[in-house]
């Protein structure tokens, strides 16, 4: 399996544009049938606490559209987008699989405090492992990055790819690298980490989406402009280094 991020400058309040940036990008990369393509953190409206607004019913043309273009490429897809579930409007990655059905929903963890998205999203509380290929994967979305007992968690469920989706601003652009290689090292996992670039109403964003091994080497990483980049992910090679080194049996789970 490759992995592929795809980084662009979201187009703020506007999902059919962003449908259509993203479907150009995907039409001009070399894909393969069973790859994973990752998406940023709400990626057809941009960082919005305008979720009254812009949040869609699970099945909404964002939802649509990410079905489709899973299912013509033969891809396993996940993207970020804000929905509405009843009352409840949420920040949610969701992973689609080759012909196009939806094979799970995250729903983000830790809200970021900073521009009061509590006020605007309800959390969620727990992770999910979403068999995906040879690998199990538990998405997670941008702020969550720095909790590292949510990836625990999930690597505890059995997760060995991590993917994350992001609008991680630039002036904390150096925390996003470290804390991408650091979640792969304590681990022992794949992180894919999704940023976008370009700017919106209230941040410049720092792209270096980036793709890592789980021994914390950088297989891909874009600079911090509109770009594909892309990584094969080896299975052998996770599975003979937490065999050669299996710090992760030595997990203690007793302590609080």
């Not at 869609?56 to 897809?77: K, M, N």
């Not at 009061?116 to 997670?140: Q, S």
């Not at 997760?159 to 022992?188: G, M, S, Y």
Request: with cysteine; proline share 7%; net charge negative.
């Amino acid at each position: 399996m490759n992995a592929l991020c795809i980084q662009f400058d979201i187009v703020w309040s506007e999902p059919e544009v962003n449908h259509r940036i993203v479907s150009d990008m995907l039409s001009s990369t070399d894909l393969q049938p069973g790859d994973l393509a990752v998406l940023p953190e709400m990626f057809s409206t941009g960082f919005s606490m305008d979720s009254s607004a812009l949040a869609e019913p699970p099945d909404g043309p964002t939802t649509v559209f990410l079905s489709e273009i899973a299912r013509r490429y033969g891809l396993y897809v996940l993207g970020g987008l804000a929905t509405r579930h009843g009352e409840t409007f949420r920040n949610e990655a969701v992973l689609f699989g080759p012909d196009g059905s939806v094979m799970g929903r995250y729903w983000k963890v830790h809200l970021f405090s900073p521009s009061e998205e509590g006020m605007h999203y309800t959390p969620g509380d727990e992770t999910i492992v979403i068999p995906t290929g040879e690998f199990m994967l538990a998405p997670a979305i941008c702020y969550d990055l720095r909790f590292p007992e949510l990836f625990r968690s999930a690597a505890a469920d059995g997760a060995d790819l991590i993917v994350v989706a992001a609008n991680w601003p630039a002036k904390r652009i150096d925390h996003w690298t470290c804390l991408l290689r650091a979640r792969a090292i304590e681990n022992q996992a794949y992180v894919v980490g999704v940023n976008r670039c370009g700017s919106d109403p209230n941040y410049i964003y720092g792209g270096q989406s980036a793709i890592i091994d789980p021994q914390g080497n950088t297989l891909a990483i874009a600079g911090n402009e509109q770009c594909v980049i892309s990584a094969p992910l080896d299975m052998n090679a996770l599975k003979s280094w937490r065999e050669d080194f299996p710090a992760l049996g030595d997990t203690r789970r007793d302590m609080k």
